[in-house]
């Protein structure tokens, strides 16, 4: 009856737990570099708080700052800004997506969004949601996808705005908190982490970080040619029809078309993922 030899079972105790151990060391998530391939104007007094691609090279953003915060078209190539809706003094403008005809756009510290006509701005309507506060939005084209700035996914219904699932997002059990701007890039959610140069690349079935893609490299490039009052990395578009990727940030004079690059298993930095992109403390509100 070896089964029942307690030897037995202490040792396979120690067997199983060191295959869980091992298991735990490897990471569950991919990590990536990128290479700049484009480069364009950005407004650097835009507060980017929102970012997406439309067709024909168009961009639509949502700013933020109170006095400062608006929707606006953008030409993609020269960063010229086509159309502008400013905002009320008292909003202060945050994540921005575009569902059918319509720009979702939310609020920091308010339940209150805003959804306006794509083509001409015209306000819509008023809305409210039921995350703790407005940061991030995206969609898949069906449903909207929210962040709060805590480690919660919010997956939203646009016509109700209920809330029809939350997620807590993780990388490797670590909780993920300050989740900011977010898009929708081929079945996963792409997060920018506030203050962090790093984009989560979320799955949306159960909040699990499938992969880090490390950003670095652009805020060294932009201080390397002498830029000094831009803010931290926020905003990333996508553009399904070309498969291309913008990136850029709050008062970034540039904003980047970016390919990835997957990391060596042996680059230091593969072992730095939890320093460099996962906040630990509790810090003030964003402003
Ligand atoms: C895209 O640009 C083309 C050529 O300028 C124009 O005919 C078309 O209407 C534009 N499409 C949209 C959706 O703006
Ligand atoms: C904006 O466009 C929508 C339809 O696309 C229209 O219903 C609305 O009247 C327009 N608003 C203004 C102010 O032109």
Same mark, same amino acid.
């Given at each position: 009856m070896p089964l029942l030899n307690p030897r037995f079972l202490v040792i396979s105790l120690i067997v199983l737990l060191s295959i869980t151990v091992f298991r735990e060391a490897e990471a569950s998530y991919r990590v990536y570099k990128v290479k700049v391939v484009n480069e364009f104007p950005h407004d650097p007094q835009a507060y980017t708080q929102g970012l997406l691609y439309a067709e024909n090279n168009t961009l639509f953003e949502s700013t933020g700052l109170y006095g400062r915060s608006s929707v606006r078209k953008v030409a993609?190539?020269?960063?010229? !800004?086509e159309r502008l809706h400013e905002m009320e003094s008292s909003y202060f403008g945050e994540g921005l997506t575009l569902l059918g005809e319509r720009l979702f756009q939310l609020t920091w510290l308010l339940d209150t969004g805003f959804i306006y006509?794509?083509?001409?701005?015209? *306000?819509f309507k008023k809305f409210t949601h039921h995350m703790q506060d407005g940061w991030g939005l995206a969609t898949d084209g069906k449903v909207l996808f929210g962040s709060d700035g805590t480690s919660t996914l919010y997956k939203i219904?646009? *016509?109700?705005? *209920? !809330?029809i699932r939350k997620q807590v997002v993780k990388s490797q059990g670590h909780e993920v908190r300050y989740l900011n701007e977010l898009e929708y890039v081929k079945a996963e959610v792409w997060a920018n982490v506030y203050v962090t140069d790093c984009i989560a690349r979320i799955?949306? *079935?159960?909040?699990? !970080?499938i992969g880090w893609i490390l950003l670095q490299s652009l805020r060294e490039e932009l201080i390397s040619r002498g830029y000094k009052d831009f803010e931290v990395l926020n905003g990333i578009a996508w553009d399904?029809?070309?498969d291309r990727i913008f990136v850029t940030g709050k008062l970034w004079p540039k904003l980047f078309e970016i390919k990835l690059l997957p990391l060596t298993?042996?680059?230091?930095?593969?072992?730095e993922i939890n320093n460099l992109c996962i906040p630990k403390t509790s810090f003030l509100l964003e402003i």
């Open positions: 993609l190539l020269d960063g010229k !800004v006509d794509r083509y001409n701005f015209s *306000k219904d646009p *016509k109700t705005m *209920k !809330v799955s949306p *079935k159960d909040g699990t !970080v399904r029809d070309g298993p042996n680059d230091p930095l593969a072992g």
